[in-house]
């Protein structure tokens, strides 16, 4: 995916207020999405994804939404907890096992 | 189970060095990747291995190597490091099957002055 510089996008919202985080991903043939949290000094850890074959995956407090037309994901968060403070990564996979990211969008929880 | 670890988690090199970041998955799985993250950046794919003795190019791969051991382990060599060399190196790895998650390790911060 094309880099966005050294600027991530930052979404902020107040504790307890649902987040949605929104992905916009780069090849028509991706049959295979994740959507990655990355708190600061660590690796990304898996939140939850979805095939192209649906348009919504739920999970404990995250939804995805897909939107194959467009070519666009989203993450929402249900009452968004200070915990969920983090960079967030949407991966599309399109080529065997590979994983191409997007830049991120920093989501900051004001308590 | 400890996942994927990579070691080291710093390094500092002077430019021309080289070093061999490691790592390791006890996951048993057959794909392992390395991927660079500089500042306000996605990660970016720099080689990965499908199975135990292949390996391919990613997104970034120049001025860089890798060795799949064997299946736990997947090595990334730099021969002359440059500065722009300067990132995060993290390391993941993945089920057989298309379509599963990729595992990360914690990551290693390389500087190269």
């Known amino acids: 995916g094309e880099s966005v510089g050294l600027h991530l996008p930052t979404l902020s919202v107040q504790e307890g207020d649902n987040s949605i985080i929104n992905c916009a991903y780069s090849?028509?043939?991706?049959?295979?999405f994740i959507w990655y949290k990355q708190e600061s000094g660590k690796g990304p850890q898996f939140i939850i994804d979805?095939?192209?074959?649906?348009d919504k995956r739920q999970g404990q407090r995250v939804t995805v939404l897909l939107n194959k037309t467009v070519k666009h994901l989203s993450l929402q968060i249900a009452a968004t907890q200070p915990g969920d403070s983090a960079v967030y990564f949407c991966?599309?996979?399109?080529?065997?096992?590979?994983?191409?990211f997007g830049s991120g969008t920093k989501l900051n929880v004001k308590p | 189970n400890a996942g994927v670890t990579q070691t080291p988690k710093f390094q500092v090199l002077k430019t021309g060095q080289s070093m061999t970041l490691q790592c390791a998955q006890d996951?048993?799985?057959?794909?392992m990747y390395w991927y660079r993250q500089d500042p306000g950046m996605g990660l970016r794919l720099i080689y990965y291995s499908a199975s135990e003795g292949t390996t391919d190019k990613g997104e970034v791969p120049n001025g860089y190597n890798v060795s799949r051991l064997n299946k736990r382990e997947f090595s990334l060599r730099l021969e002359s490091a440059a500065p722009s060399q300067t990132s995060v190196y993290f390391c993941?790895?993945?089920?057989?099957?298309?379509?599963?998650?990729?595992?990360f390790g914690q990551g290693t911060r390389l500087t190269v002055v």
């Open positions: 979805i095939r192209s074959n649906m």
């Open positions: 991966a599309e996979n399109y080529n065997f096992n590979k994983f191409y």
């Open positions: 996951m048993n799985h057959n794909s």
């Open positions: 993941a790895s993945s089920g057989t099957s298309r379509g599963t998650e990729a595992f």
């Open positions: 090849n028509s043939a991706s049959d295979y």
